[in-house]
């Protein structure tokens, strides 16, 4: 289950989870320790990637508000919308199996760092290339970039957590809406169940 909190259970001086709500969810991942960030033509390139996923994102996430002033149209737009849901249900169903999307992984992150739990990790200190999934409906990856500043072997794996690196201020505005609308429908959830 997802859940975004300001927990305080990893905190380390330099945790950049220490900053701001934090999202936590399972969503696949995987990781390559690298030598060096990209150019920066292609950084570039890959922050523009981001915030193109993460609007992508955030259109696929919000719901259709009804009209009062014309509720058969309100209506009619339901329709088309749970329509248009349901297909891209299908297409994303189909092309994570077309896709060989990486496993899902115990994750944390926020705008400024990530963190995870698997049965490795890499090397505290390294440069890591990451490619998180943070949209279910939408079979498409995030590149992320960090370094690693803390690693720790538990009971659950290995937990690595990364301070990111590279990304612009686009991405890190767009992944503070992201959490905040998750952790604002979440807290919605519980009080309705209240």
Known sequence: MARATTDERHMTTDNPLNEGLVHEDDLPLAWTEVEDLPSEQRLAAINVSNEALIRACEGLEESHRPSEESPELAHELARVEAKLNLVLELLGDWLRVQGGQPEPHRVRFNAQGLEWWAGQ??????????????CPSFPRSMTLFGRVVARQEDADGVRTLLAFEGLSEAVRDGLERMIFRRHRREVAQRRGKA
């Open 121 to 134: 990790g890499p090397g505290p200190g390294g440069l890591v290339r990451v490619e998180l999934h943070v």
